[in-house]
């Protein structure tokens, strides 16, 4: 018998049987999959000894290391005591402390929490609340929902249509709902000089006109606050939230935030709404909640919302909507040590001195020839690569240079995962010194290599 790497044997029975998401299987013909056999803080080791730096913390889900011994003890804890239990007409203390604990951390007037299992599952739910409120209130005329473009919302069909990443959801468009779209505040398209506060302002404009024209006949607006995530870490300043939190007053349209990738710190505050003083009529969370261990959503609304619903059975206006692991009390174990960590570490505070060591370290590449732009909002730091730093030229998405920095950055012992020609960073917020080093040092190294 041939003797292989347990890597290559487990690489070879996988693509036997295995269809991973978001990637061209095809791929895998010469490129090889990594099988993790054991993660520890912000490492990941596979079967043959290797590490990686998971710099993406797994898909913007993990907060605070793998096997987390706090959150390993708290899952552990309630695995003796319950699984799952149907949660409607029964319930359980998870969710319950979950529930109180999410209320007081978020704007005033968010106090109800409606729990799913992904977060494209929650941009469902809050769609269709909303729209569902307006009927219940007399206006079925609202069904309309006005997005931003270059948004991303999820993968789901409902989600998919009130998103603009055209990678992902052209090919479905005939089986999408209509959605208004409105151009983004996206601040890499600022003009020169002009500042992201001028510049968001500025794009407004598109909004109030949007609003005013479309109001009657749309109930919300969605919006990913502060950092369009998927559609290539691309940022906008507060003031476009608070300047669409008093339209949308003016115009009788809920404003439902997306803090699915952007809540639980990655902003800088705990939630990306706070920088805007604004409070959203839906948020939408998942990913962090659990701190990367368990599948959970929650979209959380106010008394007002709940209150269009609340009537005799018979009156037909409940909200039936439900999944089958809806509120599983493993997944708010998680969330509740997650939260515990937030409160006794101080994560906010860390976070800030964390945030500007990465500024730090990546601020060697801004005069690089491919790069036309380095930006940052707390946590997550981006690198927009382009074939002529004067023009901002952009790369032919064809070469697939991301791809490119993506295996050179895996020979070195780090998982990056360049959104097309953007390169990330969105690190567990445990990042030692010595990591960010490695980080900023595979990076520059891997943007040389990528460009060549
Ligand atoms: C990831 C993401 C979603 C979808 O969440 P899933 O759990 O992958 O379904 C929705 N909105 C935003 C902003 C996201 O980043």
Request: proline fraction near 4%.
């Amino acid at each position: 018998m041939q003797d292989r790497s347990r890597n290559q044997e487990i690489a070879r029975r996988d693509l036997g049987v295995v269809w991973h998401p978001c990637t061209q299987m095809k791929d895998h013909e010469r490129l090889p999959l990594v099988p993790i056999q054991r993660g520890e803080g912000a490492w990941l080791y596979d079967f043959d000894g290797r590490r990686y730096l998971d710099a993406i913390s797994s898909w913007w889900v993990n907060l605070f290391g793998h096997a987390n011994p706090r959150i390993n003890s708290a899952v552990r804890a309630q695995l003796d005591r319950l699984e799952h239990v149907i949660l409607a007409g029964f319930t359980h203390e998870p969710v319950l402390r979950l529930s109180e604990r999410l209320t007081g951390l978020l704007p005033d007037g968010l106090s109800r929490c409606f729990y799913a299992d992904s977060g494209s599952a929650a941009v469902e739910v809050a769609v269709k609340m909303s729209f569902h409120y307006w009927l219940n209130r007399g206006s079925p005329g609202k069904k309309r929902f006005i997005t931003l473009g270059n948004s991303y919302h999820g993968e789901t069909l409902g989600a998919l249509a009130v998103g603009d990443v055209e990678l992902y959801k052209q090919v479905y468009q005939p089986l999408l709902m209509d959605v208004i779209k409105v151009p983004s505040p996206d601040c890499y398209l600022r003009e020169t000089g002009e500042s992201w506060e001028a510049h968001s302002q500025r794009m407004f404009e598109h909004m109030e006109r949007t609003l005013a024209e479309h109001a009657q006949e749309t109930a919300a607006v969605i919006v990913e606050p502060l950092v369009q995530c998927a559609g290539g870490m691309r940022m906008y300043h507060p003031v476009y939230l608070s300047l669409l939190r008093e339209a949308c007053d003016r115009h009788g349209v809920h404003l439902i935030a997306d803090e699915i990738a952007v809540g639980f710190g990655r902003t800088g505050t705990m939630f990306a709404c706070e920088q805007a003083g604004m409070r959203p009529d839906f948020i939408c969370l998942s990913k962090g909640l659990t701190g990367g261990y368990l599948p959970l959503s929650v979209v959380v609304t106010t008394e007002d919302v709940f209150g269009a619903f609340y009537d005799d059975y018979t009156k037909l206006s409940a909200f039936l909507h439900s999944h089958s692991y809806t509120g599983n009390p493993l997944a708010c174990a998680a969330a509740l040590a997650t939260l515990d960590i937030f409160e006794a570490d101080e994560v906010i505070a860390s976070n800030k001195v964390l945030a500007a060591r990465m500024t730090t370290a990546a601020a060697g590449l801004a005069e690089h020839p491919n790069v036309s732009e380095i930006r940052q909002t707390g946590m997550i730091l981006a690198i927009e690569l382009v074939s002529d730093r004067r023009t901002r030229a952009p790369f032919d998405w064809r070469e697939r240079r991301g791809l490119k920095l993506y295996e050179y950055a895996l020979s070195r012992g780090v998982l990056l995962r360049p959104l097309g020609h953007v390169v990330y960073w969105m690190p567990p917020y445990i990042l030692d010194h010595e990591q960010l080093g490695l980080l900023a040092d595979v990076t520059t190294r891997g943007i040389d290599v990528a460009c060549a």
